[in-house]
C-alpha cells in the first residue's frame, strides 16, 4: 500500500510539473510582452443585418442557446451529485459554476452584439472567463482530489474576475491591457488537453477532448467571420462560434449525464 501510494505522488509530481511548466513559461511570454490594448476592428463583425428591429440579429439571438444550456447544465451537474449520494464536491461545484457563467454570458454577449464597443464587451467576458476557470478547477480536482478544492476555485474564479476588470479599467485610462484576460483564456484550454492523459475517478472522459474539439472548431469559426459570411451570406463566422461553443457546453452537460464514479 506504502509503495502503490509512493507511484501515486510521483505520478501527480510529474504531472503537476507538467501543468505548471508551461503554465509558468506562458506567464512569463506574456509578461515581457508590450500591453496591448483592445483593437477597435475586433467589433466590427461582418453580419451586421438588422432583423425584426433588432441590430446585429444572427449574433445576438444566437446567444439564447448559452441561457437555454447553462440551465441545462447546472441542471445535470445538481442530478449527478444527487446520483453519487454525496454533497457538493469541488468538481460539482466547478461544473456548476461553469453552466452558470455561461448562462449570464448568454444575456452578456446579447448585450455586446447589440451596441459592440468596449464597454459592452466587458458584460460578454466577465461571465465567459468565470467559465474557462471552471471548467479548468473540474479537471484537476477529478484527478488531483486537490485539498482545499473549494479554495481552488475560489482562487481561480478571483483570478479570472480580476483580469477582466484589469483590462477594463486599462482601457478607460488609455493604456489598455489584454495580457492576463488572454492568460486567463487559453491557459485552461492548453493545460486541459495534459489533464486528460491522467486518471480520473470519473468514465467518460472522451468527452472533454470533444468538448476542445468544438471549442477549436468555434475558434477557427471566429477568426473567419467575415469570409464565411461572404461565402454563405446567411450566416457568419461569429454566429458559427456562437453555434460550435453551444455544443460544446451541451457536451459537458451530456457527459455529466451520463458518466458514473470508476468503482
Known sequence: MRVER????????WAIFLIAFPALVTAGVLGFLPRLAQWASYHQFADGR?????????????????VILGVWGGLEGRAASKREGTQWKPETLAYFAFFISLFVTGFGSGWYHLRP???????????????????FAAVVHERFQVRGGYALLLALLTVAAASVLYWSISESRGAGDLRPYFLVQ???????????????????????GWVLFLYALAKGAELLDRPIFEITYQVSGHTLKHLFSALAVAQVAWMLRRRRLKR
Open 6 to 13: 509512493k507511484e501515486i505522488q510521483t505520478r501527480h509530481g
Open 50 to 66: 438588422t432583423l425584426f428591429g433588432v441590430p446585429n440579429f444572427m449574433d445576438v439571438v444566437s446567444n439564447a442557446w448559452f
Open 117 to 135: 464597443d468596449n464597454a459592452s464587451l466587458f458584460w460578454d467576458r466577465f461571465p465567459l472567463s468565470l467559465a474557462f476557470v471552471s471548467l
Open 186 to 208: 487559453f491557459l485552461p484550454m492548453v493545460l486541459i488537453p495534459i489533464l486528460l492523459f491522467l486518471p480520473s475517478r470519473y468514465d467518460r472522459v472522451g468527452d472533454l
